[in-house]
């Protein structure tokens, strides 16, 4: 018992997202999917952003945890 509400509203919901006009901006979406540029049209260089130091690494020795 109980359920009438619940499917009313989501017949109401599925009615609106069926009849609705939708204004999509294909433009936008393509330049959204293409990514890999910034705002100014170049390619971002991500690995000088993570460009890791590995000698950092060897330098601090094995980490042991103390009880």
């Keep these: 018992m109980g359920r009438g509400r619940a499917k009313a509203k989501q017949t109401k919901v599925a009615r609106r997202l069926k009849y609705q006009t939708l204004d999509t901006d294909f433009d936008a979406l393509q330049r959204e999917l293409r990514?890999?540029?910034n705002a100014d049209g170049q390619p971002e260089d991500y690995a000088a952003?993570?460009?890791v130091d590995e000698q950092d690494d060897e330098d601090?020795?094995?980490?042991r945890r103390v009880s």
Excluded: I, L
Excluded at 60 to 63: L, R, S, V, W
């Design 49 to 51: 952003e993570f460009d």
């Design 35 to 37: 990514g890999g540029e």
């Design 60 to 63: 601090e020795g094995p980490h």
